[in-house]
């Protein structure tokens, strides 16, 4: 170019602006662009009227409702919330029970997983509309021992980690009405091996307040009811009673028991509950302190009429005379 001749203006295609569809919006681009990116932009909804969603998201201003959209005249944010477009809630409030599959159909809503129980049952027959889980299944008419075919850990729960070693069907111990309790035959389980499986884990062990001991459980207790159970005092210190039976470790004094400080064996036998009471010390004329039908046996029906006291006629050695 000759010199002192001034460059000519560039001239070209002039910067975009706002496209005719665009949101109606005096805010700078900015506002919701990036100079990074164009698209995805932000926009916020704030003081936009609830209901007014259609009037931009009509599918030329902005995004509408796609051709596999759940059949609605609805407003958007019936279901969608402005802050996250996804999750949606929906009201199921007059679909018809058994049409879920309408929607629930894989492309207009989520259908059922690859993994799911077989079956051609609609979705509200096992789940509810407030929430898909927990859902609840009717075992009619599922052939005994065949529970694996779905409680494999994929199609439904299988066995937990610490379930009791086993290849029995889970119907050989669980119900189909409630998980648990659970039944279990012990018919095969070696005398005194107990803890394999009672250790806590795998099924219940001793619990904190259990009566110190390093027996099996089966010197104790029966396969066939946990209680109640039978324990040798073989070793056990005379006098020493309510170590364990003091309320928690083992059953202590009742309520309407004799009042003393003597020790269980003072009275009881570790054979048998049934008690022999020393009278030594009791005062003549009491005897209704304790022979009151609380305590101890008092006067039976058929007693003669008397308003004296036991020890008037009985002795303490026996109580016929």
């Known amino acids: 170019m000759p010199q002192g001749l001034a460059r000519p203006a560039t001239t070209g295609p002039p910067r975009r602006g706002k496209p005719t569809t665009h949101v109606p919006t005096t805010q700078s681009c900015d506002t919701c662009h990036r100079t990074t990116a164009w698209t995805p932009a932000t926009f916020s909804h704030t003081g936009v009227a609830a209901g007014t969603c259609a009037t931009c998201h ?33 009201s199921h409030t007059g679909v018809a029970p058994g049409s879920c599959a309408t929607c629930h159909n894989g492309t207009t809503a989520k259908g059922k997983p690859s993994g799911h129980v077989p079956t051609t049952q609609s ?14 299944f009717s075992h009619t008419g599922v052939a005994p021992g065949s529970c694996a075919t779905c409680h494999n850990g994929t199609t439904a729960k299988g066995k937990p980690s610490g379930h ?28 005194g091996t107990c803890a394999t499986c009672h250790n806590g884990t795998t099924a219940k062990g001793k619990p904190t307040s259990h009566v110190p001991t390093t027996q099996s459980c089966d010197a104790c207790h029966r396969t066939t009811a946990w209680t109640p159970a039978t324990f040798s005092h073989t070793g056990v210190a005379p006098g020493s009673c309510a170590t364990c039976h003091n309320g928690t470790t083992a059953k202590g004094k009742p309520a309407n028991h004799l009042p003393t400080t003597q020790s269980c064996d003072a009275c009881h036998r570790t054979t048998t509950w049934d008690a022999n009471f020393s009278h030594t010390s009791v005062l003549p004329g009491t005897c209704a302190t304790c022979h009151n039908g609380v305590y101890a046996k008092g006067k039976p029906k058929e007693h003669p009429v008397t308003t004296q006291s036991c020890d008037a006629c009985h002795t303490t050695k026996t109580f016929d005379k």
């Open 123 to 136: 979705c509200d027959v096992c789940h509810r509309t407030s929430a898909w889980t927990p859902a609840t």
């Open 164 to 191: 009791v070693p086993t290849t029995q069907s889970c119907d050989a111990c669980h119900r189909t009405t409630a998980w648990t309790p659970a039944t279990f035959s012990h018919t095969g389980v070696a005398a």
């Open 58 to 90: 009509n599918g030329t201003t902005a995004k509408g409702k796609p051709a596999t959209h759940v059949p609605t005249s609805q407003s958007c944010d019936t279901c969608h919330r402005t802050t996250a477009w996804t999750p949606a809630t929906f």
